[in-house]
């Protein structure tokens, strides 16, 4: 139950950091769209993999930057 309260608030904290924030830019970096690259005004960049299902999350606190598994941290 503690590593799905941790989960719920890092991802809180995205959401909050993207709700008010136009999103400029959402490409798609592979011709299958797997990998995908989404960019905030505010800052704040994702990357999301989808054929290995990870994420990378820039300019959020309670992500590193690096990429990891959304619900188990940096691999």
């Given at each position: 139950?503690?590593?799905?309260?941790?989960?719920l608030?890092?991802?809180?904290?995205?959401?909050?950091?993207?709700?008010?924030?136009?999103?400029?830019?959402h490409?798609?970096?592979?011709?299958?769209?797997?990998?995908?690259?989404?960019?905030?005004a505010?800052?704040?960049?994702?990357?999301?993999?989808?054929?290995?299902?990870?994420?990378?999350?820039?300019?959020?606190?309670?992500?590193?930057?690096?990429?990891?598994?959304?619900?188990?941290?940096?691999?």
């Amino acid at each position: 139950m503690n590593n799905r309260l941790q989960w719920l608030r890092r991802w809180s904290a995205f959401y909050q950091a993207i709700a008010y924030s136009e999103m400029i830019s959402h490409e798609f970096l592979t011709g299958d769209r797997m990998l995908q690259h989404v960019q905030f005004a505010n800052g704040v960049a994702a990357d999301f993999d989808m054929r290995k299902g990870l994420c990378r999350i820039k300019g959020v606190t309670a992500f590193s930057g690096n990429w990891e598994l959304p619900h188990k941290g940096v691999l």
